[in-house]
């Protein structure tokens, strides 16, 4: 299997986890304010939303990939 073929599976497979899924949450931890020994700390969660037409497009592009990749002049 050559670079361009794992480039397009991979292609293919996050665009499919990104029509599943839509999005996805991660949380980050923020230092608001350090009086002496005193922290505090806010973690706040944030979503990423995943564009359908990205998927979609993410999708055709591996598609093509694998098979224009594969065709021999």
Known sequence: MNTINIIAILLIIGG???L???S?????????????PIE???KDTQTVYIPVLGSIAAIAAGGGLLLFA???S
């Open 16 to 18: 499919i986890l990104g």
């Open 20 to 22: 599943v899924y839509g």
């Open 24 to 36: 996805f949450d991660y949380t980050r931890e923020t230092q608001e304010a350090k009086i002496g």
């Open 40 to 42: 505090l700390t806010v």
């Open 70 to 72: 594969n065709r021999k």
